[in-house]
């Protein structure tokens, strides 16, 4: 019951906070939006390598990525376009000092979902980035075969079923699928749903998939929720 508490106190912090991971070598820069972007309620990632940054997103799944095409290990062309074969749903927004319409055209051409020049207005940022996310399905109903989830209203249903769930449950049921037909590790889903600030342990996360399980799966013929042994979970559509 206390361990339940818990967990429901910290969800209540994160829930519905979208994460967004730039990867940029400038430090003030970073730093910066760091700031700006904690003060409009998102969850902030940072790395400043190409290489940090693809870990990052390894570990941790983004909702949306500002990367800088100047980076002192890996071309940001490359990086860009290892994300979009690895992860072709999460929106890629491209930080750049080159702004003629030849160096745009050629970096929404290697998959990026948008392009912003340095320098730049954060609010301008905050803007591109909120478009980013509606238009890349961030809506309030959630859907995998017959589940069906209303963030908006805090409902559940599995066919004509409707699923009672803790917020905690609610949180990560959102995260697997958001991430559906693509693994998450245990890792991932404790900072996404529990927080990096959370001394909570990975194990956690295994009872409450068996939460879900009970709930989500238990009941019905079709299995969503899966187990890839030595990796994490995953919601498959199919």
Known sequence: MLLRQVCNIIWVDNFMKEKILFIEDEKDLQMSLRIFFL??????????????????????????????????DIQGEVVCQQIKTDYPNI??????????????????GMGADDYVPKPFDLEEL????????????HS?????????????????ARGDKKIILTPTEFSLLEYLIRNRDHVVTRDSILNRVW???????????????????????KPFKNKLIHNVRGFGYTIKTT
Do not use: C, W
């Not at 600030?197 to 879900?212: A, F, H, K, P, W």
């Open 39 to 72: 003060e409009k309620n998102f969850q902030v990632q940072q790395a400043y390598s190409g290489a940090e940054g693809l870990k990052k997103i390894e570990d941790s799944v983004p909702d949306i990525i500002v990367l800088d095409l100047g980076l002192p």
């Open 91 to 108: 929106p890629v927004i491209i930080l750049t000092a080159k702004n003629t319409p030849k160096d745009i055209v050629t970096g929404l």
């Open 126 to 137: 905050l803007a591109r980035i909120k478009a980013r996310l509606h238009k890349n399905g």
């Open 140 to 156: 309030s109903v959630l859907e995998v075969a017959d589940l069906k989830m209303d963030l908006e209203n805090y409902e559940v």
């Open 195 to 217: 927080s990096y600030e959370s001394d909570v342990q990975t194990r956690v996360v295994d009872v409450y998939i068996g939460y879900l399980r009970k709930k989500i799966d």
